[in-house]
T-cell receptor, first 111, second 114 residues
Framework: EDKVVQSPLSLVVHEGDTVTLNCSYE??????LLWYKQEKKAPTFLFML????IEKKSGRLSSILDKKELFSILNITATQTGDSAVYLC???????????FGAGTRLFVKA | DVKVTQSSRYLVKRTGEKVFLECVQD?????MFWYRQDPGLGLRLIYF???????EKGDIPEGYSVSREKKERFSLILESASTNQTSMYLC?????????????FGPGTRLTVL
C-alpha cells in the first residue's frame, strides 16, 4: 500500500533556529513529491521535486529529494513566527490523479 | 491567480441531516478533488472528478456522494450526516492529471455534526 510518512509530527522552536522536516515515501511508480504549507486554512504549494540531489530553494526554505533512500527533507533557516504552520508532504500515485498526503508536521515558532 | 472557493467556512449540522458542500474554481481546471483532514491522519481523498459528470471514488467514499454538473463546480453530499463525519473538508483542483501539477486548495469547510 502506498504511504507517505512525515516526521516529526510536531515541533516547537525559537525564532532564528533552523529546522529540518522529514518525509519518507513508498509509492508505486514514483514521479514527483510536493511540499505544501498550511496555515489557518488552505494548503499552499511550496516545492515540487522530481530529481534526486537537486535542491529547490525559495528564500529561507529549501528542499531536496533522495530517490534511492525514498525521502525528502524541507529545511527552514532563520525561522520566523510566520513560519508557524503545518507542512504537508504529498506524492501523486500511478496515474497522477490520486495524491497521497502525509499527516503533516506542525511547526510552532516562538518569538 | 487560481481561486478555489468553498461555500461555507464553518457548518454545524445534526445527525441524519443531508449536507451539501460546494466548491467552485475559476481557472477552467479539469480535475477537482474532495478531501477530509483529521488530526494525525493527514488529507484523505473522498472523491475526485476529471471531467463534467465524471467521478471516481477515492480512499474513503463511504457515506459521501458527489456531483459535477459544470466544469467549475464540484459538490460533496453527505446523504445522512453522522458524528464521525465531523472534520475539515478541503476542495482542490488541478489543471490536468499527471504528476507535474500542484493542487490548488480552497479555504476549507469545518463541519461539525452533533
Amino acid at each position: 500500500e502506498d504511504k507517505v510518512v512525515q516526521s516529526p509530527l510536531s515541533l516547537v522552536v525559537h525564532e532564528g533556529d533552523t529546522v529540518t522536516l522529514n518525509c519518507s515515501y513508498e509509492v508505486t511508480n514514483f514521479r514527483s513529491l510536493l511540499w505544501y504549507k498550511q496555515e489557518k486554512k488552505a494548503p499552499t504549494f511550496l516545492f515540487m521535486l522530481t530529481s534526486s540531489g537537486i535542491e529547490k530553494k525559495s528564500g529561507r526554505l529549501s528542499s531536496i529529494l533522495d530517490k534511492k533512500e525514498l525521502f525528502s527533507i524541507l529545511n527552514i533557516t532563520a525561522t520566523q513566527t510566520g513560519d508557524s504552520a503545518v507542512y504537508l508532504c504529498a506524492v501523486p500515485n500511478t496515474g497522477g490523479f490520486k495524491t497521497i498526503f502525509g499527516a503533516g508536521t506542525r511547526l510552532f515558532v516562538k518569538a | 491567480d487560481v481561486k478555489v472557493t468553498q461555500s461555507s467556512r464553518y457548518l454545524v449540522k445534526r445527525t441524519g441531516e443531508k449536507v451539501f458542500l460546494e466548491c467552485v474554481q475559476d481557472m477552467d481546471h479539469e480535475n477537482m478533488f474532495w478531501y477530509r483532514q483529521d488530526p494525525g491522519l493527514g488529507l484523505r481523498l473522498i472523491y475526485f472528478s476529471y471531467d463534467v459528470k465524471m467521478k471516481e471514488k477515492g480512499d474513503i467514499p463511504e457515506g459521501y456522494s458527489v456531483s459535477r454538473e459544470k466544469k467549475e463546480r464540484f459538490s460533496l453530499i453527505l446523504e445522512s450526516a453522522s458524528t464521525n463525519q465531523t472534520s475539515m473538508y478541503l476542495c482542490a483542483s488541478t489543471l490536468r492529471g499527471g504528476h507535474m501539477n500542484e493542487q490548488f486548495f480552497g479555504p476549507g469547510t469545518r463541519l461539525t455534526v452533533l
